[in-house]
């Protein structure tokens, strides 16, 4: 099946879905944009007005435009596109495209106010699930299994986790609050340091996830030879030691770009850290606090994490072997929707939705570990991988270039596994994430592997 001349493959059973499947699917749609909206609604009102339109980093947009562009993407697609309407703001479409104005301009632009943004996407949701109450979710690629609405949802959730990382990166006293993640209940020292994964093929991607996104696609077999892979990400305490062992000046440790970064921004540590009175401090959600040294390390830069792995004399995995580990079953030769297997995640199983603020220790959710062993491949933080961004075989834009193919090339690194931020509906063992080496700001660590 194609549109616009790209191809899209139909997911499972879409073509003659029955009546219950499609309730089913309306459900799990409206399911999906609900939770997602709940987020967004939580994430600006606990804030000012004041707050809300200031640009707490030249690296973000203000809260407020996110919470438009959320509204008007979802006017696009759902209202326009598969509901065939009338555009309600037109003229605000320019103002809302993310191509259009770099974050750092965003504050300039004739933005909607607060209660003005509020209802622009009150007024869209409500026409939104008209739209999905009376539309076959059958008969097209945006259609099939209500591929549009789940897009949508993920692109809010997505846009949550974005504002999530602007509440960090705000100055001022706690906005946001959540309950810590449970202790990990083990012994300490039960887990092995690495799991080994043996050589042979895995298929990568998927043709048949119904709401995977474009650069997911398709399923294709790949080739990996053996390597050792860490059981969990790599802790504070582990990256405490780099620290303190010198690693941030040693050039021999860094890739020239990134060295460059390092020494022309003075930095010494992960970003939100600081050393008081010889103990190491981190700024989290306007809360200081000890650094915790069971814990995955956050907000590190590739360069910091491929300086690390060279340090320990190791490597970041590839994108390939993240993904190995993550979802090949060696015993059934298949690859599972998630680390544990095809069911859904559940709080038993993984670190996800804003749950918690913060990643949970090193070693928990022993229910979600993969068929390797492998703990934490989803949740708690995106993982650095070595690999560039780029499509894989057979690749086909859609439904627009702008979402996936403009990034591909050398420039962006892919991070796999989605973080403590990530919404259950954009968390899946295929997501790919990417973004430029320098950044630290994203909800970012890593894990690192060795050849077998």
């Known amino acids: 099946?194609?549109?616009?001349?790209?191809?899209?493959?139909?997911?499972?059973?879409?073509?003659?879905?029955?009546?219950h499947d499609a309730e089913a699917l309306r459900t799990r749609a409206l399911t999906a944009l609900s939770e997602a909206r709940d987020r967004t609604a939580l994430l600006t009102s606990c804030v000012d007005e004041d707050e809300l339109t200031?640009?707490?980093?030249?690296?973000?947009?203000?809260?407020?435009?996110?919470?438009?562009?959320?509204?008007?993407q979802e006017e696009q697609w759902l209202l326009r596109t598969v509901g065939g309407q009338e555009a309600l703001r037109p003229e605000i479409d320019s103002v809302y495209?993310?191509?259009?104005h770099p974050r750092s301009e965003r504050p300039t632009l004739p933005l909607l106010a607060p209660a003005e943004a509020r209802t622009y996407?009150?007024?869209?949701?409500?026409?939104?699930?008209?739209?999905l109450e009376r539309t076959p979710l059958r008969g097209g690629p945006l259609l099939d299994a209500a591929f549009a609405f789940g897009m949508v949802a993920q692109h809010e959730q997505q846009h949550d986790e974005t504002m999530l990382i602007t509440h960090q990166l705000r100055r001022g006293p706690a906005a946001l609050t959540a309950p810590d993640p449970d202790a990990f209940p083990g012994p300490e020292g039960v887990l092995p340091p690495e799991v080994l994964v043996e050589a042979g093929p895995f298929t990568m991607g998927t043709s048949d996830e119904p709401w995977a996104l474009d650069n997911e696609r398709p399923a294709h077999r790949r080739l990996v030879p053996a390597f050792f892979l860490d059981t969990t990400p790599v802790t504070c305490g582990a990256y405490l030691r780099f620290v303190e062992g010198g690693g941030y000046h040693d050039p021999a440790l860094w890739e020239p770009e990134g060295w460059a970064q390092i020494r022309k921004h003075d930095i010494e540590a992960p970003l939100f850290w600081r050393k008081d009175a010889g103990q190491w401090l981190r700024r989290r959600f306007g809360v200081v606090e000890p650094v915790p040294e069971d814990e995955p390390?956050?907000?590190?830069?590739?360069?910091?994490?491929?300086?690390?792995?060279?340090?320990?004399?190791?490597?970041?995995?590839t994108e390939e072997e993240w993904e190995k580990a993550a979802r090949h079953d060696p015993a059934a030769d298949r690859s599972r929707r998630y680390p544990w297997g095809d069911d859904e995640p559940t709080a038993a199983r993984a670190n996800l939705g804003q749950r918690h603020l913060r990643p949970a220790p090193a070693g928990s959710y022993p229910e979600g570990e993969s068929a390797y062993g492998v703990r934490q491949l989803l949740g708690d933080v995106w993982e650095w991988t070595s690999s560039d961004f780029l499509p894989y075989p057979g690749f086909a834009v859609f439904p627009y270039r702008e979402y996936s193919e403009v990034f591909f090339g050398d420039a962006h690194k892919v991070l796999r596994g989605g973080s403590f931020a990530v919404g259950t509906v954009a968390a899946r063992g295929t997501f790919r994430n990417w973004d430029l080496p320098v950044r630290r700001q994203i909800f970012s660590g890593f894990r690192t592997a060795r050849d077998a």
């Open 1 to 19: 099946m194609t549109v616009n001349g790209t191809g899209h493959g139909t997911p499972r059973g879409a073509e003659d879905a029955t009546e």
């Open 54 to 72: 200031a640009q707490h980093s030249p690296l973000m947009s203000p809260l407020v435009w996110d919470l438009a562009h959320i509204g008007n």
């Open 97 to 100: 495209d993310a191509f259009e």
């Open 121 to 131: 996407a009150a007024d869209v949701r409500g026409r939104v699930l008209d739209v």
């Open 297 to 317: 390390v956050l907000h590190v830069s590739w360069y910091e994490a491929d300086a690390y792995a060279r340090w320990a004399g190791r490597r970041l995995p």
